[in-house]
């Protein structure tokens, strides 16, 4: 099962167990799944962000 889903085009990072209707998921367009936390901190590194949303349910441990 995939951990994360990576939104390319907004450069947002969903947590695939608690995505829901507010994380706007449905529009993603430029998209990838992943298991690997690295690819997740190196994408922060880049300016991504975590999904307030997916994160707010989390409390906040993403990884």
Do not use: P, W
Request: charged share 25%.
């Amino acid at each position: 099962m995939t951990t994360f889903i990576i939104d390319h085009k907004d450069k947002v990072i969903h947590k695939s167990t608690f995505i829901n209707d507010m994380c706007n998921h449905r529009s993603i367009i430029s998209r990838e799944d992943t298991n690997d936390s690295h690819i997740i901190e190196q994408l922060q590194s880049k300016k991504y962000t975590i999904c307030k949303h997916c994160s707010s349910a989390l409390g906040s441990n993403l990884l």
